[in-house]
């Protein structure tokens, strides 16, 4: 069974900081989306990586994918308080298979504090 | 219309009750997937289709839950007989195809409450 999972599940962090957000998952796939959620709000598409060793950046938000480590990563730069929202991976399972079922982690809930 | 269409968007339902909830995906759009997400939860997968290939039922809760598409377009997610432990936030997404390089669009979701 895929799991998917995200450290930390919380994260609290000053306005100007670096941080990291891990993604975790537990079998083979080399496709891998970024979502955003803000309270009371539906799903923001962030980031698709495609491919092993795909880097994706936005405005302060960089996303990476390892697929050998079954890892990607969602790094935030100099952070500020628009950033403060749940930040979902999810990943496709049986790529290329009978199935495409989407799985997502376990959500990271990110505040920045002034 | 140019995004996922979610109706009702809230729904409030006693105990025991039949709901059906609707998802309108965006036009042409051929995988549409329901997770169910509660509060302060993440995103519990329950089903998805694929063109006309058979759904991936594999997720739903109990046999309470069921699911249809019709003319691979408007999908309708049906919960009978329902209980308080069914009170979440019902999501629907929709892609172009089963493994999308533009990821998946979210519909705005239907909240439903089992009181």
């Known amino acids: 069974e895929l799991k998917v999972e995200q450290n930390p599940l919380f994260l609290s962090m000053q306005e100007g900081k670096n941080y990291t957000i891990y993604c975790n998952y537990s079998t083979t796939s080399d496709r891998l989306y970024w979502y955003r959620q803000d309270p009371g709000k539906s799903l923001e598409s962030l980031f698709v990586?495609?491919?092993?060793?795909a880097v994706k950046q936005e405005g302060r938000l960089m996303a990476s994918l390892d697929t050998k480590a079954r890892l990607s990563t969602l790094h935030i730069t100099a952070a500020v308080h628009d950033l403060s929202a749940t930040y979902f991976c999810a990943v496709v399972l049986d790529y290329g298979g009978a199935t495409n079922k989407l799985i997502f982690g376990t959500g990271t809930l990110l505040a920045v504090q002034p | 219309g140019a995004g996922v269409s979610q109706s009702p968007s809230n729904k409030v339902t006693e105990k025991g009750k039949d709901v059906e909830l609707r998802c309108d995906p965006i036009s042409g759009h051929t995988a549409l997937y329901w997770y169910r997400q509660s509060l302060g939860q993440g995103l519990e997968f329950l089903i998805y289709?694929?063109?006309?290939?058979?759904?991936?039922k594999s997720g739903l809760p109990s046999d309470r839950f069921s699911a249809e598409r019709t003319g691979g377009s408007v999908s309708t997610l049906t919960i009978q007989r329902t209980q308080q432990e069914d009170s979440a936030v019902y999501l629907c997404a929709s892609a172009w195809t089963a493994l999308p390089v533009y990821g998946y669009t979210f519909g705005s979701g239907t909240r439903l409450t089992v009181v």
């Open positions: 289709f694929q063109g006309n290939s058979a759904p991936d």
């Open positions: 990586l495609l491919s092993n060793g």
